[in-house]
Antibody
Framework: EVQLVQSGAEVKKPGATVKISCKVS????????IHWVQQAPGKGLEWMGL????????LYAGKFQGRVTISADTSIDTAYMEVSSLRSQDPAVYYC????????????WGQGTVVTVSS | QSVLTQPPSASGTPGQRVTISCSGS????????VNWYQHLPGTAPKLLIY???QRPSGVPDRFSGSKSGTSASLAISGLQSEDEADYYC????????????FGGGTKLTVL
């Protein structure tokens, strides 16, 4: 069974950094792209960026460029998404999802990770 | 404001057919396929339609998708109570908006 299992909920202070993991199983990690999607409270889904685990290439949405870092560790079949300098608009649920091609549909999603920013 | 435009809400009674629209531009729907996702609160989004008209295995044939030019639609026939959810369209975008853009989502209520 294909699964994307994300790390647990995080509570961080403003200005801190959070790093969320997405461990995959049931398929060859390097055969699919991993995307990250944000859902802020009361808002819709917003694409953040992607990583190609095959070669480590990344692509970011303009809004997140510079403050978000997406990576992949093929030795443990895990993708990561790091948000630095957390601020008040960053609390959200963050999802990882896979696609067969860079432009493909997101056919399997992680369960989501809740990030709370509180002083 | 989302790059792809969806109505914020839709509703129908059990058994009815409802459609949800998604409007874009030349750089996204005009040149790329659309994907549709169903999202129930507290759960992971689920792929409903890919490449505009294709259903993944396991998705009932009550769900169908279409695309023409810069617009797309998701149709749900034989509406059921468990269809009450948020629905999102998404597409690749070739402009600076992208590269992946979502609609703002449509909250479907089954009356």
């Amino acid at each position: 069974e294909v699964q994307l299992v994300q790390s647990g909920a995080e509570v961080k202070k403003p200005g801190a950094t959070v790093k969320i993991s997405c461990k995959v199983s049931g398929y060859t990690f390097t055969d699919y792209f991993i995307h990250w999607v944000q859902q802020a409270p009361g808002k819709g889904l917003e694409w953040m960026g992607l990583v190609d685990p095959g070669d480590g290439e990344t692509l970011y949405a303009g809004k997140f460029q510079g403050r978000v870092t997406i990576s992949a560790d093929t030795s443990i079949d895990t993708a990561y998404m790091e948000v630095s300098s957390l601020r008040s608009q960053d609390p959200a649920v963050y999802y990882c999802a896979r696609s067969e091609g860079r432009e493909g549909a997101f056919d399997v999603w992680g369960q989501g990770t809740v990030v709370t920013v509180s002083s | 404001q989302s790059v792809l435009t969806q109505p914020p809400s839709a509703s129908g009674t059990p058994g009815q057919r409802v459609t949800i629209s998604c409007s874009g531009s030349d750089s996204n729907l005009g040149s790329n396929p659309v994907n549709w996702y169903q999202h129930l609160p507290g759960t992971a989004p689920k792929l409903l339609i890919y490449r505009s008209t294709q259903r993944p295995s396991g998705v009932p044939d009550r769900f169908s998708g279409s695309k023409s030019g810069t617009s797309a639609s998701l149709a749900i026939s034989g509406l059921q109570s468990e269809d009450e959810a948020d629905y999102y369209c998404a597409s690749w975008d070739d402009s600076l908006n992208g590269p992946v853009v979502f609609g703002g989502g449509t909250k479907l209520t089954v009356l």
